[in-house]
């Protein structure tokens, strides 16, 4: 081809130019995903030396706290910077009543975690569903979840975690008022540093599912649509993060996360706080079913969605693939 017949091709854009090689396009990339955005979680139960599989979760296990430590300390010199707690208490009630005692399973593994990792950011789910005996987040009466009573169960709690050594209490319960709830208890009691990273929009979603599993905790009755979001709402997303700062929120908070990247995004653009995602079990659970089947490439599709949900506007994620995803950017 000669330079004439070159010159006479309309114009068009090159975009290829700064693809061409390995470090062009490393020079060119918008967006990093590093294992200091990741937040682990965590189901913590009762005994010693247990490791009980989740069967929708591969690679997931309730371990009691001894074990639990022991992943932990493995899990820091990856350089993941915080680990997101859930009990599996011993006994559940009407109202929870472990998920607030002194020597519940979650304030045991938090005093222990502080104790093996003190450099480890603790950060305690707070929500009743694991521990009452109908599986909802609040206290039922006559076959509805009651708002107001349940904010001091809730609020005690926190508190409880906070006493314990957590760094961060995350109420993902749903009920409105939580957080101001939350955040007074912890001043009067001292504790005006620790800050609350709210499940701030959390939407009823189905890709829950593995995780009731892992923490034992499907309502008993109904569902939850009476408290989590309609999936159908991107708006009222705003409202509930608005909601959320107001009451003191410090982290707010978008879950799941890749049905609801849009929200990512306009939450992004409207608000400055930092802002996490939860890559739930569900979406975990299909990467690892399909990855079993010889489907998907398991590291590769993983990244990819990591790196996604960082695009879209998140600043931390929760996810069950910490530990992995953070040896394989390492690697
Ligand atoms: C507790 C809670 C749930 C999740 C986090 N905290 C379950 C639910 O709301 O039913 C889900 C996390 C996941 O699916 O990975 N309310």
């Given at each position: ?30 967006t990093e ?12 139960t009762?005994?010693r ?6 069967s ?5 296990c309730?371990?009691s ?6 992943e932990?300390?493995a899990l ?6 915080a ?7 011993a006994s559940k ?18 005093a ?17 569903c ?9 206290v ?5 979840i ?31 008022g ?9 001043d ?10 709210g499940?701030s929009?959390?939407f009823a ?14 309502p ?39 049905a ?8 992004r ?17 299909m ?16 990244l990819?969605i ?12 929760i ?6 995803a ?6």
């Amino acid at each position: 081809m000669t330079t004439t017949t070159r010159l006479e091709l309309p114009s068009f854009t090159r975009l290829r130019r700064l693809r061409a090689t390995p470090l062009l396009r490393r020079m060119v990339r918008e967006t990093e995903v590093t294992p200091a955005d990741f937040i682990a979680p965590f189901f913590v139960t009762h005994g010693r030396d247990v490791r009980r599989p989740v069967s929708s979760m591969p690679g997931v296990c309730q371990l009691s706290v001894d074990l639990l430590v022991q992943e932990v300390r493995a899990l820091a010199p990856l350089g993941v910077p915080a680990v997101l707690l859930f009990g599996v208490p011993a006994s559940k009630d009407p109202l929870g009543s472990e998920a607030y005692a002194r020597d519940g399973i979650v304030q045991r593994a938090v005093a222990a975690l502080k104790d093996a990792v003190p450099d480890m950011v603790v950060i305690t789910d707070v929500c009743l569903c694991e521990y009452t005996d109908h599986g909802h987040c609040g206290v039922v009466e006559n076959g509805h979840i009651l708002n107001d009573p349940t904010l001091e169960l809730l609020a005690r709690m926190a508190l409880s975690h906070v006493e314990a050594g957590a760094d961060i209490v995350a109420p993902s319960d749903m009920m409105d008022g939580h957080t101001v709830a939350i955040r007074r208890a912890l001043d009067a009691a001292g504790h005006t540093h620790t800050p609350i990273m709210g499940y701030s929009a959390k939407f009823a979603s189905a890709f829950y599912g593995p995780f009731r599993e892992a923490a034992e905790s499907a309502p008993r009755f109904g569902d939850r649509r009476s408290y989590q979001m309609d999936p159908a709402n991107g708006r009222e997303a705003l409202r509930e993060v608005e909601a959320d700062i107001t009451e003191g929120a410090d982290i707010v908070m978008v879950k799941p996360a890749l049905a609801y990247l849009d929200v990512i995004r306009a939450v992004r653009e409207r608000v400055p706080h930092p802002l996490a995602a939860y890559n739930v079990s569900g979406e975990y659970a299909m990467v690892k079913a399909a990855a079993a089947n010889g489907w998907l490439d398991e590291r590769a599709i993983t990244l990819e969605i990591l790196t996604a949900i960082k695009r879209a506007g998140a600043d931390l994620i929760i996810t069950y693939h910490a530990a992995d995803a953070a040896r394989w950017l390492g690697a």
